[in-house]
């Protein structure tokens, strides 16, 4: 089975502070997404990332930094957390020319306070 | 953009048919459709793919009209275990970069007994 797991499923930060959420797939796939989920949006799209050092925007990439220096490895960074970036996080992966069928994590609630 | 469009919520009896559909106008010709499950405090799961016509897999039936404008996800004889949140994705992969992605916001789905 395919794994993607996240370092954590909740988090609580204060405003201001820098925030890294990390994401480790063990299917050797290209491709890694992160995504926020908030009530009533869906899924919307941060960055994208299709090889190691390699990365794309999303819909919304604003106050966010990714990093991929390892192919089964995509963090997300905050760097300087804000109320509004309350939300759910969540990674997927998926092999090159099957974005369509990517693979999830749990997902990481984090909290800004 | 190619806004892709579901129903906020739908509710069925146990062992009834349940029909979601995503609306989907601006589909492009390299675009294909995916549907996903989410069940509370879960990252989404895969439940089927297609491009045109019909699909079918163990869990679900795939519909899609020649204009591919529409696309519905037929779940036979539902039990309570499917009540989740449903999520259609359009969708395609242009090489190295990720071309277009839209996920809708999410159909949930309620079965009662």
């Known amino acids: 089975d395919v794994k993607v797991t996240q370092s954590s499923r909740y988090l609580v930060k204060r405003t201001g502070e820098k925030v890294f959420l990390e994401c480790v797939q063990d299917m050797d796939h290209e491709n890694m997404f992160w995504y926020r989920q908030d009530p009533g949006l869906g899924l919307r799209l941060i960055y994208f990332?299709?090889?190691?050092?390699?990365?794309e925007k999303g819909d919304i990439p604003e106050g966010y930094s990714v990093s991929r220096e390892k192919k089964e490895r995509f963090s997300l960074i905050l760097e300087s957390a804000s109320t509004n970036q309350t939300s759910m996080y969540l990674c997927?992966?998926?092999?090159?020319?099957?974005?369509?069928?990517?693979?999830f994590g749990p997902g990481t609630r984090l909290t800004v306070t | 953009l190619a806004k892709t469009t579901q129903p906020i919520s739908m509710d069925s009896y146990e062992g009834q048919e349940v029909n979601i559909t995503c609306s989907h106008n601006n589909i492009a010709t390299n675009d294909y459709i995916t549907w996903y499950q989410q069940f509370p405090s879960q990252g989404p799961r895969f439940i089927i793919q297609g491009y045109k016509t019909k699909v079918t897999n163990e869990v679900a039936s795939l519909f899609i009209p020649a204009d591919r404008k529409s696309s519905t996800l037929s779940l036979p004889r539902v039990s309570l275990s499917d009540t989740a949140v449903y999520y259609c994705l359009v969708g395609e992969e242009r090489g190295s970069t990720l071309g277009r992605l839209y996920f809708g916001r999410g159909t949930q789905l309620t079965v009662w007994p």
């Open positions: 997927a992966s998926s092999y090159h020319g099957q974005v369509g069928e990517q693979y």
């Open positions: 990332s299709y090889d190691v050092k390699m990365k």
